[in-house]
Structures are given as structure tokens and as C-alpha cells.
């Protein structure tokens, strides 16, 4: 049923670079209200960071105990995604 | 000595019931539960209650391993005359702990 | 008989539906149904936002409200942020679902291929005996009940005591019972310094504790206690008029009592049928679908979310993962399995902030906490740390609130 109801709105919905895990709740900090807006950054400035903040280097207050969540390939991936601008 | 709580009402009319309500702060350790090590924490726990009323037995409890941390009790008790109030905790390890409270029946 | 019937129902619909976009209905415009219509509108879904209210309060910061430190116009969205993206808003109340239709409250129908519901919460003061939330608000909700919070407080005279109790788990906003012990002990501290905050608790533990336990012994002594379940925290009645409460093992009389109800899923949630017993809604930890009525999805604090705790925080990162899924649903794809964060600020005074973070993935049906990852702030950090975190708060919430009201 649910397969059919999905086929028939097939057309009418392009679909988009799905986000990979875990990168769409990154806009709820980061999205230009005060914090380091992503969008436009270089990919490799933000996977760097976040990697960084993972082994324990830097001094985050939050991003550490966030990047931990994350494999080397999730982190990349999302920082391709939320690098993007749209 | 545990943190006890004891509620009931300081005077009552001969023949009321009244309400008791007790808590005792106690970890309850099942005797089950595995620690970090592997090793098993050894049971710790209330094991029985008893509430006396001008010393005769009004109330008692056994209590066992499921019993949550913190055991609140509470229980009715119709009032004959003015008198003590004695709440006893006992359990493993030696652990025995009473407190009282008077009441006057008017 | 009944599964055919709907078999048919879609087969004849399929040739109409094809030309148009698919069509989402989004009930509820806080945090979490504002952001899941603007996510979805990007994506290329007709999206109808149906909220009661014309403009919206937010909870976050709203103790701030309490204690004087902000007003409450800081705290108001509108949606004509959403209107001019071409996202349509229907102010008003939605009286229930039927099968593939709204019905709001004059009766008007709103059909829909996928519905997203963002009830937030219902309080039930009615659950505590003698409550009477006019004269013991709860200010649980941002709105009057918070300004009415904020004038007893500004007329209680100095040295009387403020009596706040905290209902047991779950409830919205773990950590702000908290918060708002501390700002109100800040007011106290800073305007009425003879006056005592008592802090009643239906839970022997709470969120972020230990980080509040620290700052409340530095910068509030003698002035903010608490009181958990097992020392008697519990409240069982009270006297609103003669402002009593009254705990499981003795009374308080308050010049200031605000009473903090237990909780369920908002009054649309229980009238569609999407609540089971705990009064919360059970979802599929990927798709945010009922477990309890296909094609319906649900966000936001009332849903049971696993370890992800009821934020705003969480409601924005839910809706644009249910987004991403309902899109995919209707183009007959599987949505893929998520991950989400959640990042909870808390003020202690002004400039003095911590925080607890979370990663989330679904196992076993509900959303896991990633383990390793998350937790709270580095306690006994210094001063400009937690300076720090204040400032990041009032970063979040300028983001979130653009990203969700534009």
C-alpha cells in the first residue's frame, strides 16, 4: 500500500543530495547566528577540525564531546555536505 | 546513621485512623547487580520492618531484593491511647536503625 | 476488505496526484513543525503549517523572562518568514485526524499524502490536588503563565520563600527546573537577599547535575536548597490559595510556589489516537512514523525519543531528519538510517553557562545514545569556559530560531 501511494508521487519529487548521517543537526548551531557559519568553508578546514576534536586536541567546549559520536568517514562526509552552499 | 522520614499526625481522636508514611535512605543492593571489575556487589539491603505502638507490634514488613532504593512505607493505624511510636529498620551487615515519635489521643 | 479498499483508493488517485506535488501537512509551529515545513518546502513539497497561536513563545531563554533578565518580546516568532518562502499557514487549531485529512477546528478539511506533527506538550495540573495554576503558575508553557511568574515574584517582599517543585521523568526540558532555580536564586540574590529558594524533586537525580550542584554551592550558599525524592521532595497537594505544599513527609509555606505539572503528549496527539499509555507517542526511530497510525510522522517533546532527551535543540535536529524521510517515502524510497545531535544550554547567572550534548542513532526500535560521544561540561572549569558557553547560547538560539522561523 505504502509502496503504491509512494510510486504515484514518484514524478512529481525530484530528489536531492540526501544529508549523510548526523549532518543535518549541525544547522541548529551553525547556520550564521553567532558561531562559525559551514556553508562556503573549505571541506578539509572543517573535516580538520572536527577529527582534531575527536583525538582530544584543541580546546572545544562542546565539539569534542560531538565529534566522538562520529567515524573518519562520517566526519568527512559531513563536513563535504555542510561545506556546500545551498 | 541513614536519613529517616516519618509523617503522621501529632494528635488524633481516640479510634481515628491515621496515615503513617516512613522512608529510610538505603541503597538496596540486590546482591545481583555485576560491578565494573566483574565482581558481584554483595547484597545490602533492608530486610524487615517493624512499627510499635506502646511497645506491641501495629505493623511489620519483610522486604526482599526487588525492594527499590530508598523504601518508602506507608500504612493505617487505628489509635487506642497517647504514647510512643517506635519505627525500626533492620537489614544486612548488622544494620539496625529506630527512631520514635509521639502522639497524643484526645 | 479494508486494506483493499485503500489499495483502490490509491490506484484510481495515482494519474491526479502525479501531476501535482505531493502534499505534507505539518500540525504545530514550534520548534520542531517550523523547521520540519521549511525543510520540507525545500525539498519541493507542498506544505501546509497549521498552529493555533498567530505568533509563537518560545520556551528556551523563557527563564531568563522569569527572572528579569530579558523581556518577553525577545522570545516571540512570527511566521511570515515561512508565508513569503510559499509556505501556507493556517492559524488555528486542528480538532483531529481522520484517514488522510486534517479537521480544524471550524470544520474546514486539509488533505494531505503525509502528515507531520509537532503537539508539543499538555500539562496536567489536575494530577497534583488543589493545584490552581492562577495563583501557582507552572510557566511551563512561554506566555502569560510566565509573566504572571515574574510579577508574584516582583511583588513577593524580601525575605519570603520561593517554593519550586520538579515533576519526575519525562517531562520537557530535563535540565530547566534547574535553570530556573538558579536564575530565580539569582533575582533573590541580587534584589531580595534575605528571601530562600527551596527546590522540590520528584527524582533523586537530574540532568547536568553535578555542574549545577557546583555553581549553585559558589554562587548561591544558604540561599537555594534541594530537596530530592528520598528527603522528602515530593509534592502531594497543596493549598494554592494559602499557598501551602505539601511533600509525602511535611509542608512549606511559600510567598512565591511555582509548580511544575507532569506532562503527556499535546491535545492533538491523544485526540488522533498516537498516544499509547505512557501518553507519549512511540515512533520509528529512522522515519519518526506512529508506531500507532501509518502516514502520520511525529517530532518534537512528545514523542518517545529513547535517549534523546525533550529540547528544542532535538526538535530542530528531528524535524529536518523527518523531513529528509518523509521526502524519501513519497518518492518510494526507504529513508536511510539517521544520526542526530542534540546540545542543551543552561544558565546559571548571567555569563555563567554549561552544557550537555548527546549523538543519536536508532537501536532497538528507539534512538540510542552513540557511546563514547556526548556529555556534560568539564566541571570545575574556569570562569571564561563557562562565559564562553553563555555566549554560545545566546548563539544557538539566534541560529535556531532563524533556521526554524526564518
Known amino acids: 500500500m505504502r509502496i503504491f501511494a509512494g510510486l504515484s508521487l514518484l514524478a512529481a519529487l525530484p530528489a536531492a543530495a540526501a544529508p549523510p548521517p548526523g549532518a543535518s543537526s549541525c544547522a541548529g548551531c551553525h547556520g550564521g547566528g553567532g558561531m562559525p557559519a559551514l556553508a562556503g568553508q573549505p571541506v578539509e578546514a572543517i573535516a580538520g577540525a572536527m577529527l582534531a576534536y575527536k583525538a582530544g586536541q584543541g580546546s572545544p567546549t562542546v565539539m569534542d564531546r560531538i565529534a566522538r559520536g562520529f567515524s573518519e568517514e562520517e566526519i568527512r562526509a559531513i563536513a563535504a555536505w555542510v561545506a556546500a552552499p545551498r | ?106 | 476488505m479494508r486494506r483493499r479498499a485503500l489499495l483502490g483508493a490509491a490506484l484510481l488517485a495515482a494519474p491526479a496526484l502525479a501531476q501535482a506535488a505531493p502534499k505534507v501537512v505539518v500540525i504545530g509551529g514550534g520548534f520542531g513543525g517550523a523547521t520540519a515545513a521549511r525543510a520540507l518546502h525545500r525539498l519541493g513539497v507542498s506544505v501546509t503549517l497549521v498552529e493555533r497561536d498567530a505568533t509563537y513563545l518560545s520556551c528556551p531563554f523563557s527563564n531568563a523572562v522569569i527572572a528579569g533578565l530579558r523581556e518577553m518580546e525577545a522570545q516571540r516568532f512570527g511566521y511570515d518568514g515561512l508565508r513569503r518562502e510559499g509556505i501556507a499557514v493556517v492559524v488555528q487549531a486542528a480538532r483531529t485526524v481522520e484517514e488522510r485529512r486534517v479537521v480544524l477546528a471550524d470544520g474546514a478539511t486539509l488533505p494531505f499524502d503525509r502528515l507531520v506533527m509537532a503537539p508539543g506538550i499538555a500539562l496536567h495540573p489536575d494530577a497534583i490536588p488543589g493545584l490552581d495554576t492562577e495563583a501557582m503558575p507552572h510557566a511551563w508553557r512561554a506566555g502569560p503563565q510566565t509573566l504572571l511568574l515574574r510579577r508574584q515574584l516582583e511583588a513577593m517582599e524580601d525575605g519570603g520563600l520561593v517554593v519550586l517543585s520538579a515533576p519526575a521523568n519525562p517531562y520537557r526540558c530535563p535540565p530547566g527546573p534547574y535553570e530556573r532555580a538558579s536564575l530565580i536564586a539569582h533575582y533573590l540574590k541580587t534584589h531580595k537577599p534575605r528571601s530562600k529558594l527551596i527546590l522540590l524533586d520528584a527524582k533523586d537525580a537530574f540532568s547536568k547535575q553535578r555542574l549545577f550542584e557546583e555553581a549553585w554551592a559558589a554562587l548561591y550558599p544558604g540561599l537555594l536548597e534541594w530537596v530530592p525524592l528520598s528527603s522528602g521532595g515530593k509534592v502531594v497537594e497543596v493549598d494554592a490559595a494559602a499557598r501551602v505544599v505539601r511533600t509525602e513527609f511535611g509542608e512549606h509555606q511559600a510567598a512565591v510556589a511555582n509548580i511544575i505539572p507532569p506532562q503527556s503528549a499535546g491535545r492533538i496527539a491523544q485526540a488522533a489516537g498516537l498516544t499509547d499509555r505512557s501518553g507519549w507517542c512511540a515512533v520509528d526511530p529512522v522515519s519518526f512514523e506512529s508506531r500507532l497510525r501509518p502516514g502520520i510522522h511525529l517530532i518534537g517533546d512528545a514523542i518517545i525519543a529513547g535517549a534523546m532527551p525533550k529540547s528544542a535543540f532535538a526538535a530542530n535536529a528531528q524535524a529536518r531528519v523527518c523531513a529528509e524521510a518523509v521526502a524519501a517515502l513519497l518518492r518510494g524510497e526507504a529513508p536511510a538510517p539517521p544520526k542526530l545531535i542534540n546540545t542543551c544550554y543552561s544558565l546559571l547567572e548571567p555569563g555563567y553557562g554549561i552544557s550537555i550534548a548527546g549523538v543519536y542513532q536508532p537501536k532497538d526500535g528507539l534512538l540510542a545514545d552513540v557511546p563514547g560521544a556526548g556529555g556534560v561540561s568539564k566541571p570545575g572549569a574556569p570562569t571564561a569556559v563557562r562565559a564562553a558557553e553563555a555566549g554560545y547560547a545566546e548563539d544557538w538560539f539566534r541560529t535556531v530560531t532563524a533556521d526554524a522561523f526564518g
Open chain 2, 1 to 106: 546513621m541513614a536519613r529517616a522520614l516519618i509523617n503522621l499526625p501529632r494528635t488524633a481522636r481516640r479510634g481515628e485512623v491515621i496515615e503513617i508514611r516512613t522512608l529510610i535512605q538505603h541503597v538496596m543492593e540486590t546482591g545481583y547487580r555485576p560491578r565494573a571489575d566483574g565482581s558481584v556487589a554483595p547484597r545490602d539491603i533492608i530486610t524487615h520492618f517493624t512499627c510499635l505502638y506502646n511497645n506491641e507490634e501495629v505493623f511489620s514488613v519483610e522486604l526482599a531484593p526487588a525492594i527499590a532504593a530508598n523504601p518508602f512505607l506507608s500504612f493505617s493505624l487505628v489509635t487506642a491511647e497517647s504514647g510512643i511510636l517506635a519505627f525500626t529498620w533492620t537489614g544486612d551487615n548488622g544494620f539496625e536503625q529506630t527512631e520514635t515519635r509521639s502522639l497524643t489521643v484526645t
